[in-house]
């Protein structure tokens, strides 16, 4: 079955720190990943995924396949950063996403 | 219009009355998803609609949440009898159908069930 999992309900870093926040999936097939952000009072959105190999606001997010992973990373924390971050799986044959329970980033100045 | 849409923002009710949530996906989006957001439970899968496909609904949680699509644009949840539990935000999202494309989600509807 499909799954998300995120271990870190909160992280917590200082501004300039480097970032990682975990996500690993389980799917047999050939995933699609992507990380959604929902900054305070804004609505969830797009922050990368993966068939894009891009770099959004400093993140970026390597797919290994072996380890099942999908972790975000950032190496110097900002500030504005500070939101929550859910890792979302999507099917090659099928269009429904499943989203891992969400890690809270804080960034301390 | 600019992006989904979502009806209404909060909604407080008492525990054992009906709501209905609307949502008014992205015009052309043939996908439409409803999620349930809770504090530590992250965003739990509820159903979709995909054009005029037989809907998934195995996320429901029970039999008291249905939901429906009408023309294949906006889309009404339903949730009967609330019960506290049922507190959470609920939200809607849209696709444009291809495999893989992002979603693009509304603001959502705060339940709160007294």
């Known amino acids: 079955a499909q799954r998300v999992t995120q271990p870190e309900k909160l992280l917590s870093v200082f501004k300039g720190a480097p970032v990682e926040l975990k996500c690993n999936y389980s799917y047999s097939g050939s995933p699609e990943l992507f990380w959604y952000v929902q900054y305070s009072r804004q609505r969830l959105q797009l922050l990368l995924r993966h068939i894009s190999r891009e770099s959004i606001k400093g993140f970026t997010a390597d797919l290994n396949k072996g380890e099942t992973s999908f972790h975000l990373k950032k190496p110097f924390a900002q500030e504005e950063d500070s939101a929550m971050y859910y890792c979302?799986?999507?099917?090659?044959?099928?269009?429904?996403?499943?989203f891992g329970s969400g890690t809270k980033l804080n960034v301390k100045p | 219009g600019a992006g989904v849409s979502q009806s209404p923002s909060n909604k407080v009710t008492e525990k054992g009355k009906d709501v209905e949530l609307r949502c008014d996906p992205i015009?052309?989006?043939?996908?439409l998803y409803w999620y349930r957001q809770s504090l530590g439970q992250g965003l739990e899968f509820l159903i979709y609609?995909?054009?005029?496909?037989?809907?998934?609904k195995s996320g429901l949680p029970s039999d008291r949440f249905s939901a429906e699509r009408t023309g294949g644009s906006v889309s009404t949840l339903t949730i009967q009898r609330t019960q506290q539990e049922d507190s959470a935000v609920y939200l809607c999202?849209?696709?444009?159908?291809?495999?893989?494309?992002?979603?693009?989600f509304g603001s959502g509807t705060q339940l709160s069930v007294l």
């Open positions: 979302a799986l999507s099917g090659s044959s099928f269009n429904k996403f499943y």
């Open positions: 609609f995909q054009g005029n496909s037989a809907p998934d």
């Open positions: 015009s052309g989006h043939t996908a």
């Open positions: 999202a849209s696709t444009d159908g291809t495999v893989g494309e992002k979603l693009f």
